[in-house]
């Protein structure tokens, strides 16, 4: 009998991404009273989340005909702005992503694969954004425009689109790559 599986299609980031992110994570949590934050390995974009499933072969069988249908190419990400959302338990921090078409199309070419496939998939207008940490309090004295201002200017090249599985093992939360595509 297969296994229940939570899903996710992603970006996964360079290590100098992800290095750049935890270094602003660790400023980010010195300067606050609370928070919980994304752990360096587990930083990604993603592109679609799939959750619970079984049916981990036609998952990966959407992401195929997606890129196939060569609208979804190795294109150039960057990073650009800072936002958060407010919570009654503290904010959402995140670091945003600038518009890009392969980038929104790579999203809708997947979600409607997905739907092919009557995955039940979140088709809301794409938003693409990295969770630095959830549930933020910041320490009296140090201000959104503080941290606004030590974000550094971030690009990479994405050359290829990865399924991830997220489990929690020993309490921690884990993401692995079951698969990924490469890009042309």
Same mark, same amino acid.
């Given at each position: 009998m297969k296994d229940l599986l939570r899903l996710f299609i992603a970006i996964n980031f360079s290590d100098d991404i =992800?290095? /750049?992110l935890f270094q602003l994570t660790e400023i980010l949590k010195k300067n606050t009273s609370r928070g919980h934050f994304t752990a360096r390995e587990n930083f990604h974009l993603t592109l679609a989340f799939i959750g619970e499933? =079984?049916? =981990? !072969?036609? %998952? &990966? !069988? $959407? &992401?195929? /005909? $997606? %890129? !196939? =249908?060569?609208? &979804?190419h190795a294109f150039q990400l960057e990073f650009g702005g800072f936002g958060r959302f407010k919570g009654r338990d503290g904010d959402i921090f995140w670091v945003g992503v600038k518009k890009h078409p392969v980038l929104t199309e790579s999203n809708n070419e997947l979600i409607r694969e997905l739907k092919t496939f009557e995955f039940k998939v979140d088709d809301k207008e794409f938003k693409p954004h990295l969770t630095l940490g959830r549930g933020i309090v910041l320490k009296n004295g140090y201000t959104i425009k503080d941290f606004e201002q030590i974000i550094p200017p971030m690009t990479m090249t994405v050359k290829e689109i990865g399924l991830m599985k997220s489990e929690r093992i020993n309490g921690r939360l884990v993401y692995t790559e079951v698969y990924h595509k490469n890009l042309l």
């Open positions: =992800k290095l /750049n499933t =079984k049916d =981990k !072969e036609h %998952v &990966i !069988e $959407a &992401i195929d /005909n $997606a %890129v !196939e =249908k060569g609208k &979804i």
